[in-house]
């Protein structure tokens, strides 16, 4: 997706709690990570008011500004039957923009990112947009450091504001994002389970890894590792050229990888770069905990409060969730 007319990042914020939790068992820290932030009491929802509050403050924009407010997440929002997308909007100030909730797994963020741009291109009436992410893996239902493969997570909320034709908002220039798709895969986190009337009916807590298991005792062998590097090439090649960039540009100083485990990282995400691009793979994740859908989020913040080189400094940044879906997103420092 070439972003056209322009759109522009007026803040990039992700809030993260004080506490965190260190890795006791050998697996946790093979996975990469030194830390994962904890939320010892703010829900998902609260922690996405908590980093759109910063967004706002530090744009000098009012929730009143907002034309929509799409909120993402990928697990449990502290309610049952609600919409944590109009709590957002509502806490913020924001009673004429629309509300929408996006469901993505832990690509929600990128979602929720393509859906505000799509509006902001595509509707004259909608000119500035808040996407958030807020998540928190608290037991008794879901064990972040045990609970999934290939991740240990971590809790925060994310904020991005973005606006159309309005340049002296601009601290990032988002020149394109693409997103590729393999529903085929949707059985790695449904497992061979059958259908329930209510959350968690076969087990006490989330157990990604059991899904996980049923699914490859039945698919083709290294049928998930060939088709993540085929999506993972698509996402960002096509981002590469919908931005007009090269992958050998000079200005592309740096690859934001998606908080993933180790092996992920360096097993597939960094082979692949070295062949496509001359940027620069950077891990943010290894002090915070994969974010849910907030990784793609609180990577423009790294990109926003880490450039070295200046206006006109490229970055890719990644993000991948269940189901699955890959994005990559090329942004410029303004």
């Not at 609600?82 to 709590?87: C, G, R, T, V």
């Not at 990888?257 to 990282?265: E, I, N, Q, S, V």
């Amino acid at each position: 997706m070439k972003v056209s007319p322009e759109v522009v990042i007026a803040a990039a914020v992700v809030w993260l709690p004080r506490h965190r939790e260190r890795p006791d068992l050998p697996d946790g820290a093979e996975a990469g990570y030194d830390e994962v932030a904890v939320a010892e009491g703010h829900s998902g929802p609260e922690l996405a008011v908590l980093a759109g509050e910063a967004a706002l403050a530090s744009s000098g924009w009012s929730g009143a500004d907002l034309d929509l407010v799409a909120h993402a997440w990928s697990y449990h929002q502290g309610h049952d039957f609600w919409s944590p997308a109009h709590f957002v909007a509502d806490r913020l100030g924001a009673p004429a923009a629309l509300p929408l909730g996006v469901q993505q797994m832990c690509n929600g963020g990128a979602a929720a990112l393509q859906t505000a741009v799509a509006h902001l291109v595509a509707d004259p009436a909608v000119e500035r947009a808040l996407v958030t992410t807020g998540d928190r893996f608290c037991g008794p239902g879901f064990s972040r450091w045990t609970g999934d493969y290939g991740a240990v997570y971590g809790d925060s909320g994310t904020a991005v504001l973005l606006s159309r034709g309005r340049p002296e908002d601009a601290r990032l220039r988002l020149l394109s994002i693409v997103t590729v798709a393999a529903p085929e895969l949707e059985r790695m986190n449904r497992g061979d389970d059958p259908f329930t009337p209510a959350p968690r009916w076969y087990r006490p807590a989330v157990d990604a890894r059991a899904t996980k298991k049923a699914f490859l005792r039945t698919s083709a062998p290294g049928l998930f590792g060939a088709t993540e590097r085929e999506k993972i090439r698509r996402a960002v090649t096509g981002a590469l050229a919908d931005a007009c960039v090269a992958p050998d540009d000079p200005r592309l100083t740096r690859a934001v990888l998606p908080r993933l485990h180790r092996g992920a990282l360096d097993g597939v995400y960094r082979p692949l770069l070295a062949e496509l691009t001359t940027a620069e793979p950077v891990d943010p994740g290894h002090v915070t905990g994969h974010l849910g859908a907030g990784d793609l989020g609180a990577n423009l913040a790294a990109v926003a409060e880490g450039a070295t080189a200046g206006r006109g400094e490229l970055a890719l940044v990644l993000s991948a969730g269940a189901g699955f879906s890959w994005s990559a997103a090329v942004v410029e420092v303004v």
